[in-house]
Structures are given as C-alpha cells and as structure tokens.
C-alpha cells in the first residue's frame, strides 16, 4: 500500500481514509487525533477528540468544557485501534501533554511529529524517536540559519540584565501554555528564587502545570494596580506578547522589554516588536536538530509541514531521502 492510503493532506488537515479521522484538523471534523494544546493544533468544535489526558485538560482550561462532543485521553505509549488502524502517543518534547502520534495499518507505520523540540525541558516529557516508513516533521525553523543558543545562556543574559539595571521592570513575553512556564523553570534552575509576576492570562495554565508536578516557585499576580510607580522595580513580569500592546504594559516603572522566542535570532523582528532584550529560547527543533531527528529515525520518507518547507525537503533529497512538502495551511508559530 501507498502512504497517501492511510493518511493523506486534505482540506481539513490530515487525513485518514481508512481510519475515517484527522490528525490537528483545523476546521471541525467528527474525530479528531490532537498532538497537542496550542490553539493552532487543538481547536474546539470536534464531534469527538482523542488525546493525551493533559491536552485534553489544557484544551478544556482554554475552550471551556464543552469544548468537543466528546473526549478520549489516550496513555502515552499504549496502542489503541481505530477503524484497524494501530494509534499509539509518544512523547514529543515540546509542551506539557504534547506527543507524537504514530499510525500502523498493513506494515506501514506514519508517525505525525506535530511541533517538537529536542533540548532538555523540566516541563515536559523529552522527544522520543520513533522508527517508521514516514516522518511528518514540522519545519517552523527549517532553514540553516535558525541554530539556536543553550537556553541557560539566554537566561544568564536575563540575569545580568537584572543586575545591571536594578530599578527597571524586566518585562518578559512569553506565550502563555509552555514557553512561559519552562521560563520560569529555566529561571528557577539557575537560582533565581524571587517571586515572578505573571499577567492574568497565564495564572490558569501556571496554576495546572503546577498541579501536574511543575515546580514553578512564588508566582505573584502582576495586577501593576499599586499606587506605588516602583513596586515593580528590579521584577521579572511575564505576559503573553500581546499584552505589550495593553496599558497593562505602560504601567510598570521603567521597563525593559524581553522577548523570548527562537525568532529572536531575526533581528529584524526584535526590533519591529521594541524588544531590548531578545532571549532565543525556542520550543520547537532548530535546523540542525530537524536534520539530525531525520537522520536518527531514518525513515524512507519525510513529508514536511508548517514552516519552510523547500530547504528540509531540499536537504533530504541532496541525502538521499524522499520528501515532499505538503503545503498545509492554519498552522502559526504560538509557541515559538
């Protein structure tokens, strides 16, 4: 059998016409497979979705509990059969619940990546390889200039910062499910034990990873209400980047603006948003580690999604892998 017989691009994402369900569809579809929580991936609307039990609890925190018709939380690891088809979870090391979703029918074997990241998370299971005919890899940063830095070395620069300007609010954005709480993971490992203000929208997911095990330290709310212009002064606040844009922002004492994405390594881009100080610190593969992840698992192809497609694909045909580029659209960078 073809790989395009057990799952194959269509309107709605992609699709399996033998196990009749898509994987991360984009637009409501009666069965839904969902690799993980962030809005683009994990969308509300499904007749049914099956998920790991964290992502389907991340899915209900942002959409409300009707969120789908119904739910189905799958253990990592362990198969199940839908329609003949073998549907196993496998971690996949970029956010809290994320996971790689492998599918078996008559000798073939298909493992969706959905987003991944290979650096070191203490908020999340790290990316498992998994042996298959066909590699679905994401390629948000899948082009030869995206190598990211040590992320202990992004937040050194953040502490230094602290340092050297005590009296200014360091104003971190973070998008709000992963980035933000592996942040402050990341802080918390290099000693940094003050409290750390968040913005309103983060205290929901902060508050779960939290309940799932995820030491996050003194979390205080960044209400920025006080009458006092330096209550803030020499603090870490964290919000979602577009709380920039809201006079929330414009309260704080003199602040400095923090940015942590991958992105950052476009300059560019820093300073369209006003950052000061970029940190790159990414939750997805850098090209490097999308190349290597290739060469690892050795799959006999690799079809490529979401992101720059052309130079993955290019890169896989000059060693020696078939690939092909699937064109899909609906897919951001949220949690970049």
């Not at 739910?71 to 199940?80: C, D, F, K, L, P």
């Not at 709310?221 to 870490?236: D, H, I, L, M, Q």
């Not at 920039?244 to 940015?259: C, G, Q, T, Y």
């Amino acid at each position: 059998m073809k790989p395009e017989d057990l799952l194959c691009p269509s309107p709605a994402g992609l699709y399996s016409p033998i196990g009749d369900f898509c994987v991360d569809p984009v637009r409501p579809v009666v069965r839904a497979l969902v690799t993980h929580g962030h809005s683009d991936h994990a969308r509300a609307g499904h007749g049914a979705v099956l998920a790991t039990r964290q992502t389907l609890d991340i899915m209900r925190l942002r959409y409300g509990p009707g969120f789908c018709g119904r739910e189905q939380s799958v253990e990592i690891g362990r198969a199940t059969e839908i329609n003949g088809v073998r549907v196993s979870f496998h971690p996949a090391g970029h956010v809290l619940g994320s996971a790689q979703i492998a599918l078996e029918y008559a000798g073939m074997r298909i493992v969706v990546s959905g987003d991944y990241k290979r650096r070191p998370d203490p908020t999340c299971s790290p990316f498992e390889p998994l042996p298959c005919d066909v590699f679905i890899t994401e390629a948000t940063f899948g082009l030869p200039v995206f190598n990211h830095p040590d992320p202990k070395a992004e937040i050194a620069k953040l502490l230094t910062s602290l340092g050297q300007f005590p009296d200014r609010t360091h104003l971190v954005g973070a998008y709000a499910l992963g980035k933000a709480q592996r942040l402050i993971a990341l802080l918390r490992a290099e000693g940094y034990q003050r409290p750390i203000f968040i913005h309103g929208a983060l205290t929901q997911l902060c508050d779960y990873y939290s309940s799932e095990g995820i030491e996050l330290g003194d979390l205080q709310p960044a209400t920025a209400e006080s009458k006092n212009p330096t209550a803030f002064r020499g603090e870490v606040v964290i919000g979602p980047p577009s709380s920039f844009n809201e006079r929330w922002a414009r309260r704080f004492a003199d602040p400095l603006a923090v940015f942590a994405s991958g992105w950052m390594m476009v300059r560019q881009r820093a300073k369209q948003r006003g950052v000061e100080l970029p940190l790159v610190i990414s939750d997805h593969a850098d090209w490097r580690e999308l190349t290597a992840t290739i060469q690892e698992i050795a799959p006999n192809q690799v079809w490529v999604t979401h992101g720059r497609e052309e130079a993955l694909v290019r890169w896989c045909e000059l060693a020696g892998i078939a690939a092909r580029p699937l064109h899909m659209v609906g897919y951001e960078d949220e949690g970049d």
